[in-house]
Every structure is written in C-alpha cells, then in structure tokens.
C-alpha cells in the first residue's frame, strides 16, 4: 500500500483538474472580453466580407419640349462586363470573346490584364441586343451582360447645344442637364446580401434593412417647342451655310409671356456625340457668347427718345447726305439720304440720323434705356454660363459713347438679351423674364413648379410708344427698309436689320471684312405672336453679310413656317384698302 | 460513505452524470453538424438522407452511447498490470497503436486529407489511429504507474519506461499532427505528475522532450508559421491569419445571443473546418455567448464529475482506476481547452478537434470510450466501497481490488 502515491494523485491529480475547471473559465473570460472590446472592430470586418451590394441604377429624368416631346431620356442597354478573376485562361477568354463583341483581340486582353485583380471590368458599354445575346449563348465564366442606363437624345441637333449633354458618370455637364442636374439625376439603390465565402460568391439571402430602392430624377419640361425649334435650326443651318458663315443663331420668342420656343444655332451638335466635337461648339452661343449687336440695337434707343419726349415723330432730322463729324468722329451712312423723320431714320437704318437723336438724349439717358431693356445683366433665363453682356458703366462714357452706342457699338449682348429686348417692344413695353423652362416634374409625371404666367421684370415703354415703334417704325423697315426681304404676305411683319463690324477679340478696333449680320422681326404687327432674331456670324463678304441679306430672309421664313404651325389668323396688311372685304362672298 | 450507504449497489450517479453531460455534447455536435452541413440549393430530405452528414454524425452519436453504457460495464482491472509481460493488454495495445501509426503512411491503407497523413482507410471505414493512441497512453501509463506501486515501498516509479513510450507515440503523431502530439504530451506528464513520479527523475526528461518538440516544429515550417502568425493575426487577414480572423469574426458576429442556429454566415465557405475543429466558433455565432458558456460549461462539469470518480477512488485506495478516470478526464478535459483556446486565439491554430462535438466518427467513438471507462471506474468503485460498507469487513486489505501481483 503505497499512501504516497495515492496522496499525489489526490493533491496532484485534484490540482491539475480544477486548474482545467479554472481554465475554462478564463476562456469564459476571453469570449467576454471579445464580445465586450473587440466585438466593433470584428463586426465591421464581419460586414465588410460577408455583405455585398450591387447597385440598382436609377433612371435619370427626362428633358421634354413644352408638348411632351422627348429631348432627352434614358434607356437601359445591354454592357459586356467582365471578372476577369473568375475566368480560367484569359487568351482564350479574349479569343472567343473579341470577334462578338467586334473589338480587337489585344485590346480585350490589354483590358483584362489590367483588371486582372478587380471583380469587375467593363469590356465594351451598350452593345446591341443582338450582340449581347451572342455574348450571352457563349457563356464564359467570367463575362456576362447587364443592362446600363443609357441617355438617349431622340431629337439630335437641333436641341443639341440648348440640352446638353451628361457625361459618361451620368452627371450633367452642360445645357440643361448641366444646369437641373440636381434635379434630373437619379440616386442609385441598392440591394445588400449576405454572399458566402467562395470566389464566385453566391448570395445566400437579402438584407432587406440595409438596402434601399433607387430614385428615379424628375423630368424637366422646356418651353421649346420642337416643331419651332427644328424650323428654326433648318433656317439657320441654311442661311450659315449659303453664306459660308462661322456660325449662325436664332431664337424665337413669345413676346407674350417670355417663353423661348426655339433657340438654335449651326453647326450644333449631338449631345450623344459630344465628346466628339470641338468644346467651342459645345455652348449655347445664344445664351454664352456676347457680340456687339450693330444696327440691330437702333430700336431700343430710338424707342427710349420717343419715350423721353426728345425727338417728335413728325421730325425732320437732315442726315447730311451719308457722311458727318461728330466732334472728330466720322460716322457714314450706307444709303446717304438728307433730311428724315424718325421712322426714316429707323427704315433706312440712318447712323448719323441715330448720332444726332443719341446727342439729343444724353448719355444718362440713353445709359438708362439700354439698362432698362435688360442689357448689360443676366436675363435670369436661368442657364448655365450665361453671359451678361457687356454694357459699360456710364462713367466711363465718352463723347463718343453719345453716338456709337445708338448704332449698337460699345457694347456687347447676347442674342437672347437682343430677343427679349425686342419682346419688350413688341408686347406694348413690358420686358419679361426669358424662359426656357416650363416646368419641373417629379419622375411620375407630376408637376413640381411651373412657369406659365408671364413674369415681367419691368415696364421699360410706355404702350402708346410701343405700339408706334411696332406698328409704324419697324413696319415700315419691312415694307420699305432693310427688312424687305422678311416680308409675308398673310402677316404683317416688323423688324431691324443690323450689320455689324466684328471686334477683336483682345484689343480695340475691328476686323477688316469681318461682319455679323443680324435681323430681328415679329409678326404679325397687330398683336405679335412670335418676335426672332438670326445672327449671322462671319459670312463669307463675298456672299453678302448686310443683316437684310443674310439674316432677314431667315427670320422671314421663320416666322412663316412657325405661325403656320401655331396657327396664328393672318393679319390683314394694313395698306390694303378696307373695301376689299366687300369682294368676299357673303357667308 | 454515507451517500454510498443510501446508493444502492449498481447504481452509479457520478457516472450517469457523466454519461448524460458526454451524451448533452453529442447532442451539441449533431445539433450543429445539422447545422454547418446545409447547403443553399439543398432540400429537407436530401439534408436528413441517411447517407448524409447529419445522419452519419447522429448515427456515431447513438453509437457513442452504446459504447459509453457497454465501457461502463467493463471493469477496467482488465486493463491492469499482469504479471507476464506478453499478457499486458497495455503493451499489445501500445503495439497496436504504434503499427497503426505507422500504417498511415503505407499507399493503400493510409489515406490523405487536407495534405496530412492521419487517417487509416479500411473498405469504406477511415479510422485516425491518433485517437487510439490517446486512449492507449493512458491505459498504459496507468497500468505501468498503478504495477510500480507495491515493487519498493515509497519509491517513486520508474521514468524510463513510461518516457519512452510517451516519447513514442508523442514522435509518431506529431509528425503529422502537431497538436495531438502536444496534447499527448500534456496529458503524459500530467499521469507522471499525478501517478508520483520523482519530480527530479521528471526534470531530467524535460531537455529530451524540449529538443522532441523543437524537432517536430521545424520538420514542417507551416508550424513555425503559424507560431509567429498567432502573435499578430491582423497582419495578414487573408493569408496565414486567415483560420484566427475568421474564427473571431464568427464569434464576434453572434454576439451575446447568437444569430439562431443555422443562421450562422460564417460556415459557408468563410471558416475553414467549421464542422470540425472550429465547431465552437459555429457555436459562438448561432448561440452566441450564452451558448458557447452552455458548452463550456458542460465540460467544466465533466472535469468536476471526472474529478470526483478520481476522488472516490483514490478514497478506496484504488491507484489503476484512479489514474485510468484522471487520465481520460485530462484527455477530454485538454483537448477541449486547447481546441476552445484556438478557437478564441489564445492558442496558435493546431488542427484538434472539440472532444464528442465536433463532427467525426473515429473521435466520438474513442472518446465514448474513454467517458464508458471513468463511468466504469466509478461503478466499480462505488461496487467495491458498498461492498466494504455492507460487509463490514475487518480485514484491512479489499482482496477483489488490491493488487497481489508479486513483482516480476
């Protein structure tokens, strides 16, 4: 009987089994401890490896014209996208693979190597659905298709540069989209589950508390209509290319209540290609570029002398036969004529005539008026880059201001700042808020905000002068002055030809036989409907570049096809006698 | 003596407690292997089939009970010293063990998993001769501690035998497996320490048993590796840190309650071995931590029972059984404590499975036995203590007990 031994088993034996028991309990202790202090920093690694999202694109919102029809919208196309670590050998991936989706077989594996280390590679964006069945039918590991939100420009050009375009991340980058980016974008959702652990990661179920559904973007309506605006860009694509002009602008105005039915310019551009032409082409010239308007402006400080009481209609006013100093300025008329009234002077376009009403009002004077139509500040149209123009302060005036700034020279403005000017005097005096957007919707259709009453910012005529400059001065411009060739024969037109000298860009002085030649005109006179103006812009001189040559027919077309389409009533011309009416069979 | 007046003889309730806490972990194991083993694209009755994962582990499962009630009918003086030495059941078995070892590596028999030579296939039976060779080395070191007893009285028994063969079998295991190596080793030296060997002969085979290890460690430098990766698992989540970061990802994502069993995330293809060696990590993420303490719990309650069958018998003065219930407890006892400590990277990760949970039938089966023998050893106390008390026996010596082997 050997106690010792018994006893070492008792102590020992005990001892080492209830050390175990107090062992266990420490390992109590480190499953505390990691639940308590390490329990965060585990978690979120948990989260980061076991829970995968994909992204649900939402649809970007639609630009419309003011009828519904689509400028601009989003469609979902088919995109190759690749893993390039699930596929086995990548030659042979890119063997297969390159003849379907019409690309080179080196690229495709320049494309794969590259990614070689990501899950995720895109091989070529929106192919046709043709194509992506082809892709599909091969089922590599590794490559599959899977639609992309495309954005699509169904009406091409002519909208083109008014549009604008989004880039390839799906922001807004210019025009419209540019400027209610906010608003048309969408904000993507996205689906979250739980994946398993092997390479090809399969989901195993949704997390529903972590996903969120995408939100489509609103659509914004403009107030272009686009039957206007194709007219118009016809008109302009027309007149820039017979007369090899650098670029040609026009845009058509509701006087009525401000809203820009057309804005156009040539060469424009398709925003679905923008990244293919040049930036210059790419602003909205009518909105960003600011010229010096030439003739063109006469109207608005004619208008502001009649308004000041300085000059009487009934005025004769000698034009000195086409040449005349003032004060060491030399200033020349094109058709020299002696003595005119006021609607003289505006129907033959007189300089020096306009000189002399110009020394009449004052700079103060003629600084208001031009201020008061809205030159020289932005018209609030509310798109991006808009140009102010350029109307300097009236402390910087000189002598000379006196007479070039009533023939349109020291200043600068844009053609939008010209229409809505000109909207002014065609609506009985009262300058309005160009709009180029009609409203915003939310992305099921429904109206967020519009804008359909006029917003006038200003009354800058009184009526009763309105009224003459329409139906009397720039009538009579149409029937006898620059604009015959804008003339129609079921509405009575009003209008102004201009032709200006074209500044240098970075120092003072003109260039040699560079024009721009510009008309504006509304119709009809009795109750305007539409006012346009074209810009032409550098056309060839041989061609012509007087306003009425290269610029009037333009508007006259113009507003022939678009108050057909609107389907204004003709207004009977005012010089035909009234007992014609007589001659019509009684109804 | 009291209780055991009020028990009747047969009746043994520590070691039904330690049959129904072996039977609780099992419980435990095919609970969880029916977990682990669900596929996605899988259906109810493809997940239940007779020949699938779940069925084979409860099936192993009710096979382990078998053996645990038939063990604990076995007494197990049949394992003791005898006197011949090609009669000592301990030395057959020590050379069974040792062949079957050596058989992993024979083309044919042996069989690979995961790189590693550790199993033994025969027909459709794998079998891991590792298991045996726990279970021999403590019968073995028993019946040698227990024999040494009456030869001088009050000396301590001899080293070199018991060494040698700890030594062994430490060799021919850790040269695939490291981890058993080392639980064969703590539970060796443990026998030693309780079994009364001279702490001074004891000490003189820690340098061979330090050079052993050293030479085990640097045979394979994946174990060198994941030495110095234990020391920071961050550095590498993916790579060589990958078991520990996934292992405490899934503790950590169950958190205090669990996320419900079979909810666990990890199990499908981010924890490596999440039926087997990292089934408490399993457990942690579908139980959470009230769970997993449940489990811990049940092995501290093992160990204790353990320990009080060691302690009634070492009460009736019975050594071999005394040592036979201590040493299988300790086997259980450390290899759950190492497996727990891996899991919860307080150990660097060595491939040992959780004892009677984690899925696999040779482990079950063994330690089935291993739980049957303490259970046995228990019940023969107990028979042996009624006895006494019933007989009021004057004769100091228990004749069926002691030993009257004379020295060989």
Same mark, same amino acid.
């Given at each position: 009987?050997?106690?010792?031994?018994?006893?070492?088993?008792r102590?020992?034996?005990?001892a080492?089994?209830?050390?175990?028991?107090?062992?266990?309990?420490?390992?109590?202790?480190?499953?505390?401890?990691?639940?308590?202090?390490?329990?965060?920093?585990?978690?979120?690694?948990?989260?980061?490896?076991?829970?995968?999202?994909?992204?649900?694109?939402?649809?970007?919102?639609?630009?419309?014209?003011?009828?519904?029809?689509?400028?601009?919208?989003?469609?979902?196309?088919?995109?190759?996208?690749?893993?390039?670590?699930?596929?086995?050998?990548?030659?042979?991936?890119?063997e297969?693979?390159?003849?379907?989706?019409?690309?080179?077989?080196?690229?495709?594996?320049?494309?794969?190597?590259k990614?070689?280390?990501?899950?995720?590679?895109?091989?070529?964006?929106?192919?046709?659905?043709?194509?992506?069945?082809?892709?599909?039918?091969?089922?590599?590991?590794?490559?599959?298709?899977?639609d992309?939100?495309?954005?699509?420009y169904?009406?091409?050009?002519?909208?083109?540069?008014?549009?604008?375009?989004?880039?390839?991340?799906?922001?807004?980058?210019?025009?419209?989209?540019?400027?209610?980016?906010?608003?048309?974008?969408?904000?993507?959702?996205?689906?979250?589950?739980?994946?398993d652990?092997?390479?090809?990661?399969?989901?195993?179920?949704?997390?529903?508390?972590?996903?969120?559904?995408?939100?489509?973007?609103?659509?914004?309506?403009?107030?272009?209509?686009?039957?206007?605006?194709?007219?118009?860009?016809?008109e302009?694509?027309?007149?820039?290319?017979?007369?090899?002009?650098?670029?040609?602008?026009?845009?058509?105005?509701?006087?009525?209540?401000?809203?820009?039915?057309?804005?156009?310019?040539?060469?424009?551009?398709?925003?679905?290609?923008?990244?293919?032409? %040049?930036?210059?082409?790419?602003?909205?010239?009518?909105?960003?570029?600011?010229?010096?308007?030439?003739?063109?402006?006469?109207?608005?400080?004619?208008?502001?002398?009649?308004?000041?009481?300085?000059?009487?209609?009934?005025?004769?006013?000698?034009?000195? %036969?086409?040449?005349?100093?003032?004060?060491?300025?030399?200033? =020349?008329?094109?058709?020299?004529?002696?003595?005119?009234?006021?609607?003289?002077?505006?129907?033959?376009?007189?300089?020096?005539?306009?000189?002399?009403?110009?020394?009449?009002?004052?700079?103060?004077?003629?600084?208001?008026?031009?201020?008061?139509?809205?030159?020289?500040?932005?018209?609030?149209?509310g798109?991006a880059?808009?140009?102010?123009?350029?109307?300097?302060?009236?402390?910087?005036?000189?002598?000379?201001?006196?007479?070039?700034?009533?023939?349109?020279?020291?200043?600068?403005?844009?053609?939008?700042?010209?229409v809505?000017?000109?909207?002014?005097?065609?609506?009985?005096?009262?300058?309005?808020?160009?709009?180029?957007?009609?409203?915003?919707?939310?992305?099921?259709?429904?109206?967020?905000?519009?804008?359909?009453?006029?917003?006038?910012?200003?009354?800058?005529?009184?009526?009763?002068?309105?009224r003459?400059?329409?139906?009397?001065?720039?009538?009579?411009?149409?029937?006898?002055?620059?604009g015959?060739?804008?003339?129609?024969?079921?509405?009575?037109?009003?209008?102004?030809?201009?032709?200006?000298?074209?500044?240098?860009?970075?120092?003072?002085?003109?260039?040699?036989?560079?024009?721009?030649?510009?008309?504006?005109?509304?119709?009809?006179?009795?109750?305007?409907a539409?006012?346009?103006?074209?810009?032409?812009?550098?056309?060839?001189?041989?061609?012509?570049?007087?306003?009425?040559?290269?610029?009037?027919?333009?508007?006259?077309?113009?507003?022939? =096809?678009?108050?057909?389409?609107?389907?204004?009533?003709?207004?009977?011309?005012?010089?035909?006698?009234?007992?014609?009416?007589?001659?019509?069979?009684?109804? | 003596?009291?209780?055991?007046?009020?028990?009747?003889?047969?009746?043994?309730?520590?070691?039904?407690?330690?049959?129904v806490?072996?039977?609780?972990?099992?419980?435990?194991?095919?609970?969880?292997?029916?977990?682990?083993?669900?596929? $996605?694209?899988?259906?109810?009755?493809?997940?239940?089939?007779?020949?699938?994962?779940?069925?084979?582990?409860?099936?192993?499962?009710?096979?382990?009970?078998?053996?645990?009630?038939?063990?604990?009918?076995?007494?197990?003086?049949?394992?003791?010293w005898?006197?011949i030495?090609?009669?000592?059941?301990a030395?057959?078995?020590?050379?069974?063990?040792?062949g $079957?070892?050596?058989?992993?590596?024979?083309?044919?028999?042996?069989?690979?998993?995961?790189?590693?030579?550790?199993?033994?296939?025969?027909?459709?039976?794998?079998?891991?001769?590792?298991?045996?060779?726990?279970?021999?080395?403590?019968?073995?070191?028993?019946a040698?501690?227990?024999?040494?007893?009456k030869?001088?009285?009050?000396?301590?028994?001899?080293?070199?035998?018991?060494?040698?063969?700890?030594?062994?079998?430490?060799?021919?295991?850790?040269?695939?497996?490291?981890?058993?190596?080392?639980?064969?080793a703590?539970?060796?030296?443990?026998?030693l320490?309780?079994?009364?060997c001279?702490?001074?002969?004891?000490?003189?085979?820690?340098?061979?048993?330090?050079?052993? @290890?050293?030479?085990?460690?640097?045979?394979?430098?994946?174990?060198?590796?994941?030495?110095?990766?234990? $020391?920071?698992?961050?550095?590498?989540?993916?790579?060589?840190?990958?078991?520990?970061?996934?292992?405490?990802?899934?503790?950590?994502?169950?958190?205090?309650?669990?996320?419900?069993?079979?909810a666990?995330?990890?199990?499908?293809?981010?924890?490596?071995?999440?039926?087997?060696?990292?089934v408490?990590?399993?457990?942690?993420?579908?139980?959470?931590?009230?769970?997993?303490?449940?489990v811990?719990?049940?092995?501290?309650?093992?160990?204790? @029972?353990?320990?009080?069958?060691v302690?009634?018998?070492?009460?009736?003065?019975?050594?071999?059984?005394?040592?036979?219930?201590?040493g299988?407890?300790?086997?259980?006892?450390?290899?759950?404590?190492?497996?727990?400590?891996?899991?919860?990277?307080?150990?660097?990760?060595?491939?040992?499975?959780?004892? $009677?949970?984690?899925?696999?039938?040779t482990?079950?089966?063994?330690?089935?036995?291993?739980?049957?023998?303490?259970?046995?050893?228990?019940?023969?106390?107990?028979?042996?203590?009624?006895?006494?008390?019933?007989?009021?026996?004057?004769?100091?010596?228990?004749?069926?007990?002691?030993?009257?082997?004379?020295?060989?």
């Amino acid at each position: 009987m050997d106690v010792d031994q018994s006893r070492r088993l008792r102590i020992f034996g005990g001892a080492i089994l209830v050390a175990m028991c107090f062992a266990f309990v420490g390992l109590i202790g480190r499953l505390v401890y990691l639940h308590t202090f390490d329990s965060r920093k585990l978690t979120r690694y948990v989260r980061s490896q076991q829970i995968g999202y994909t992204i649900l694109p939402g649809r970007r919102g639609c630009v419309v014209d003011r009828h519904g029809r689509m400028l601009a919208g989003t469609q979902n196309k088919p995109s190759v996208m690749a893993d390039p670590s699930m596929m086995g050998d990548i030659g042979t991936v890119a063997e297969r693979l390159a003849p379907v989706v019409g690309l080179d077989e080196g690229v495709l594996l320049g494309v794969f190597r590259k990614n070689q280390h990501r899950r995720f590679c895109r091989v070529r964006r929106f192919v046709e659905p043709v194509e992506a069945d082809a892709v599909r039918a091969l089922s590599i590991a590794g490559v599959f298709v899977r639609d992309e939100p495309q954005r699509i420009y169904p009406s091409g050009q002519p909208v083109g540069p008014v549009v604008g375009f989004v880039g390839f991340e799906g922001r807004g980058l210019e025009g419209i989209e540019k400027q209610f980016d906010g608003h048309l974008g969408a904000k993507d959702g996205k689906s979250a589950a739980v994946y398993d652990g092997r390479r090809s990661r399969r989901p195993i179920w949704l997390r529903d508390d972590l996903s969120c559904p995408p939100k489509d973007g609103g659509h914004v309506m403009l107030t272009i209509d686009l039957v206007v605006q194709s007219i118009v860009y016809e008109e302009v694509r027309d007149a820039a290319e017979s007369f090899g002009a650098r670029y040609a602008v026009g845009i058509v105005m509701d006087p009525n209540n401000g809203d820009v039915l057309a804005m156009a310019q040539f060469p424009s551009y398709e925003s679905s290609f923008f990244a293919e032409v %040049n930036p210059g082409v790419r602003r909205n010239l009518a909105i960003t570029d600011a010229i010096e308007p030439g003739s063109t402006f006469k109207p608005f400080v004619a208008s502001g002398a009649l308004a000041g009481g300085v000059i009487d209609p009934g005025e004769m006013i000698d034009c000195r %036969n086409g040449v005349h100093y003032f004060g060491g300025q030399r200033i =020349r008329d094109t058709k020299p004529k002696g003595a005119l009234d006021f609607v003289g002077i505006l129907t033959y376009s007189s300089n020096i005539g306009m000189g002399f009403v110009g020394e009449r009002m004052g700079n103060e004077m003629i600084h208001d008026i031009v201020r008061s139509f809205g030159f020289g500040r932005r018209t609030g149209v509310g798109f991006a880059g808009e140009s102010p123009g350029l109307v300097r302060s009236l402390d910087t005036w000189t002598s000379y201001s006196t007479h070039s700034v009533p023939i349109g020279q020291e200043l600068a403005v844009t053609p939008l700042q010209l229409v809505t000017g000109f909207a002014a005097i065609a609506n009985g005096g009262t300058l309005l808020r160009p709009r180029l957007v009609r409203g915003r919707m939310d992305s099921s259709g429904d109206a967020v905000e519009m804008w359909t009453d006029p917003e006038p910012v200003r009354r800058v005529l009184p009526e009763a002068v309105a009224r003459f400059m329409r139906e009397r001065a720039l009538v009579q411009v149409v029937k006898e002055g620059g604009g015959r060739r804008s003339a129609l024969d079921d509405w009575q037109v009003f209008g102004k030809t201009g032709t200006a000298e074209v500044a240098y860009d970075d120092r003072a002085g003109y260039e040699p036989d560079a024009y721009m030649g510009a008309y504006l005109g509304g119709a009809p006179a009795s109750d305007p409907a539409l006012v346009a103006v074209v810009m032409v812009y550098r056309p060839v001189k041989k061609l012509g570049y007087y306003g009425s040559k290269v610029a009037a027919p333009a508007v006259g077309q113009i507003l022939k =096809r678009s108050l057909s389409y609107l389907q204004i009533p003709a207004d009977v011309p005012a010089d035909v006698p009234a007992g014609d009416e007589s001659e019509w069979p009684a109804a | 003596m009291i209780q055991s007046r009020k028990t009747p003889p047969g009746t043994t309730p520590h070691a039904t407690v330690l049959v129904v806490i072996a039977a609780a972990l099992m419980t435990v194991g095919v609970v969880m292997r029916a977990s682990t083993a669900a596929e $996605l694209d899988q259906s109810l009755t493809g997940h239940f089939a007779w020949n699938g994962p779940v069925m084979r582990q409860l099936c192993f499962a009710i096979a382990g009970v078998c053996v645990m009630l038939i063990f604990s009918r076995i007494d197990p003086v049949l394992f003791r010293w005898r006197g011949i030495f090609l009669f000592q059941p301990a030395f057959w078995m020590l050379l069974v063990a040792i062949g $079957l070892l050596v058989c992993v590596w024979v083309p044919g028999i042996g069989h690979e998993s995961h790189g590693r030579h550790r199993w033994i296939h025969l027909g459709p039976v794998g079998f891991q001769p590792s298991e045996l060779a726990k279970l021999t080395l403590v019968v073995g070191l028993a019946a040698f501690l227990a024999r040494t007893r009456k030869r001088h009285a009050n000396e301590p028994p001899d080293m070199l035998v018991p060494a040698i063969a700890i030594g062994l079998l430490c060799v021919l295991v850790g040269i695939e497996d490291f981890g058993t190596a080392a639980l064969l080793a703590l539970v060796g030296a443990g026998m030693l320490v309780a079994g009364g060997c001279s702490f001074k002969a004891m000490f003189a085979w820690v340098i061979p048993a330090v050079g052993a @290890f050293v030479y085990l460690l640097l045979e394979h430098p994946y174990r060198v590796k994941r030495l110095l990766t234990f $020391l920071n698992i961050w550095k590498d989540p993916k790579g060589d840190g990958y078991h520990a970061v996934q292992s405490l990802a899934a503790i950590a994502s169950g958190g205090w309650a669990g996320r419900g069993l079979g909810a666990g995330i990890s199990r499908f293809d981010y924890l490596p071995e999440s039926a087997a060696d990292f089934v408490f990590a399993v457990i942690c993420e579908e139980a959470g931590f009230f769970g997993a303490t449940v489990v811990i719990g049940l092995y501290i309650a093992f160990v204790y @029972f353990g320990l009080r069958v060691v302690r009634s018998a070492v009460r009736n003065n019975d050594l071999f059984r005394g040592l036979i219930a201590f040493g299988m407890t300790t086997v259980i006892g450390f290899q759950a404590l190492i497996n727990i400590a891996v899991v919860t990277v307080v150990a660097p990760t060595k491939g040992i499975a959780l004892p $009677l949970v984690s899925a696999g039938g040779t482990g079950l089966l063994s330690f089935s036995v291993a739980v049957g023998l303490i259970a046995a050893v228990d019940r023969s106390t107990r028979r042996a203590q009624s006895r006494t008390v019933v007989e009021e026996v004057e004769e100091d010596e228990r004749v069926p007990v002691v030993n009257v082997e004379p020295v060989t």
